[in-house]
């Protein structure tokens, strides 16, 4: 509000008490003076407006048009005008114009406030660094730190500071996170309670950063470290404890998951691990302690007792004993911690694969165990004795033995399965006496059509009841003769047209 917006008629009423003012309410303008005022201030003629501005003797109206007139000669006019030491200060601490705040300095005598207005409020420039170069006074040169537009003399001005009790206030003042780190990183900047202060409230990473590198004591840290949301400068200060109860009493009582899943990877002393990983509240946390973990007992209570499978995992990734991780893969009741077991690389020995293959209920689980499997004798004792049909099957790829093919296509458990064992047997006495024991039209069909034997597949051709044997004979006789033969005294006519087409092949 302007000097003269006093003199408007104002009807609210004052409901506290006012300090002692610099403008008093009962202040009597002479009518000159607001006439100069008011051509000062508005007149379109410059010289007009200095000349008036040059015959205000009225300091109270000097004072206003010092605080309010846009023209910067006019209000240099108007505050050199200005002798009372009190209008001064007001001039000085209220003008909205930096040149009459440090012309108000100057007169005050408070040079180093007036060159910082300058320097403050101005890009560098030679005369301004010739005026900065002279100021030594350290509040001024933290003022200028923390304002200054230009970076150029807040740098210089930070570097020309080392009073701590004035670093120690500029940095929770300055704007400036580089100028806060640098007042942080000066030798003079010792004091911990103010340091630890500054990790607690700065939001620039960097800042606090610097003033967590300079906290010697190790309870400060543990202090900040409980509620720091910065997980890298949690990072640094887990890295800088060295006293095993302070890491113990975070692990165990920081009501932040994300300090205590931070400091158990600083963690290699199996009993806390222990402690985390069978106590903490958070899963991830416990999860990262099971990581840590090499004692099997402790694993296998986790194994056994924790309700999160992801734990478990982590923890049967650990196992070690082989004997162990058979009954996990083969009872365990989650799929995925199955699956960890029996892929865990401590699991090599093919008996131990061959043992799961024939004893797991579970068919992802089996399947697995039967892709480590590369021993004949191993497979056919898998063929015998697994529990689940799939991986019977599942064996027959491995399988050449002739006396075990026989056998399958002999039990004719599965038909589609004896077949696919039948495929594979090449012997044609064996196909032939296969064929003779009459287990099933297909099986007979199936034998017959790998015979090769001319003599066999006539024999077979005019005396087998079946025609669909009959037929898989003919398919395979290459005699037209025969073929002749069939074509005119089978009683089946399409066995006899497939022997007329053979024929004219």
């Not at 933290?142 to 230009?150: E, G, L, S, V």
Request: charged share 35%; with cysteine; glycine share 0%.
């Amino acid at each position: 509000m302007g000097l003269f917006d006093r003199f408007k008629k104002d009807n609210t009423k004052e409901k506290k008490p006012k300090e002692e003012k610099v403008i008093p309410d009962d202040l009597e303008i002479d009518a000159d003076q607001l006439i100069l005022k008011e051509i000062a201030t508005n007149s379109k003629d410059r010289y007009e407006r200095a000349a008036a501005a040059d015959q205000v003797t009225d300091q109270y109206v000097a004072l206003d048009m010092s605080k309010t007139i846009k023209d910067r000669a006019i209000r240099l006019i108007a505050i050199n005008k200005v002798k009372d030491e009190r209008l001064l200060r007001d001039a000085a601490e209220n003008s909205q114009f930096f040149d009459v705040r440090s012309f108000a300095w100057e007169r005050l005598g408070e040079n180093n406030k007036s060159i910082a207005e300058v320097v403050i409020n101005t890009k560098k420039n030679p005369h301004a660094d010739e005026i900065f170069d002279k100021v030594s006074d350290e509040e001024t040169l933290a003022w200028i730190a923390t304002d200054a537009q230009d970076k150029k003399y807040r740098n210089s001005a930070i570097d020309k500071i080392n009073d701590p009790n004035v670093l120690y206030d500029l940095v929770f003042k300055a704007k400036d996170s580089s100028i806060r780190k640098t007042a942080v990183l000066k030798d003079s900047f010792v004091s911990e309670d103010i340091l630890q202060k500054v990790v607690i409230e700065d939001k620039d990473e960097s800042v606090k950063m610097a003033a967590v590198g300079k906290i010697k004591n190790e309870d400060n840290l543990a202090k900040i470290a409980l509620n720091e949301d910065n997980a890298k400068i949690r990072s640094i200060i887990f890295d800088r404890i060295q006293n095993p109860e302070i890491i113990e009493d975070i692990a165990l009582n920081s009501n932040k998951a994300d300090v205590r899943l931070d400091i158990v990877k600083k963690i290699d002393d199996e009993k806390l691990l222990a402690q985390m990983a069978l106590n903490d509240d958070d899963h991830i946390v416990r999860s990262e302690a099971a990581k840590r973990i090499t004692d099997e007992d402790v694993l296998l209570k986790i194994i056994s007792s924790d309700d999160d499978r992801f734990v478990r995992q982590i923890a049967v990734n650990n196992i070690q004993n082989p004997q162990d991780l058979i009954k996990i893969a083969l009872e365990d009741e989650d799929q995925f911690v199955r699956n960890h077991a029996i892929k865990n690389e401590n699991l090599t020995d093919e008996k131990d694969f061959t043992y799961i293959a024939i004893n797991s209920t579970h068919e992802e689980i089996a399947m697995e165990a039967l892709n480590h499997v590369t021993e004949e004798k191993n497979f056919i004792e898998i063929l015998w004795n697994a529990k689940l049909d799939t991986i019977k099957k599942a064996t027959l790829d491995n399988i050449n033995d002739l006396e075990t093919l026989i056998r399958i296509v002999l039990a004719n458990e599965d038909e589609e399965f004896s077949l696919r064992a039948l495929n594979k047997i090449k012997v044609e006495k064996c196909l032939f006496k296969i064929y003779e024991q009459g287990i099933s039209e297909k099986i007979s069909v199936r034998a017959v059509s790998l015979i090769k034997n001319q003599k066999l597949l006539t024999d077979i051709a005019r005396n087998e009841e079946s025609w669909r044997v009959r037929e898989a004979a003919v398919k395979k006789i290459v005699s037209k003769k025969v073929l002749r033969e069939i074509s005119m005294n089978d009683e089946n006519e399409y066995v006899r047209n497939v022997a007329k087409k053979r024929m004219n092949l």
